[in-house]
């Protein structure tokens, strides 16, 4: 069997390289829905928003969450430079389930359209935290 195609892939955040390595597969929470990468894909440039980030590196699958950002694509690297990227079993179920509550309170309140986007995206990070953490 012919050896399967890999890409250098780079995963950073400000507070730190949540990943660094060859990947054989990539799957982003784009703007417009899921965004799959592989070896070889065209050049582009993508948001990010709050959600789910899966890759397979050495055969195995790991995933994250990861906050707004976005994703440079060539055909033999990506770099996702997001806010924020955290390990299923490094999330605080307690902590995500508050800031859940809270942004959702804020949402209630007559807020300014700044305020407004802010707290949909705290409240898709919170809600893409616990769904992660529930299925770990």
Do not use: C
């Amino acid at each position: 069997m012919a050896e399967e195609r890999q890409f250098h892939l780079e995963i950073v955040t400000p507070d730190r390289q949540f990943f660094i390595g060859e990947a054989q597969e990539l799957t982003v929470p784009a703007i417009d829905g899921s965004l799959g990468v592989l070896a070889g894909h065209e050049p582009a440039v993508t948001a990010l928003e709050p959600g789910e980030l899966r890759y397979r590196a050495g055969g195995e699958w790991h995933e994250a969450v990861v906050s707004q950002g976005l994703a440079e694509i060539m055909p033999d690297r990506v770099m996702v430079l997001v806010f924020s990227a955290e390990r299923p079993e490094e999330i605080d179920w307690a902590r995500a389930e508050d800031a859940k509550e809270r942004a959702e309170e804020r949402l209630r309140q007559k807020l300014s359209m700044r305020d407004y986007y802010n707290s949909k995206a705290a409240l898709a990070r919170a809600l893409a935290r616990l769904k992660a953490a529930k299925r770990h």
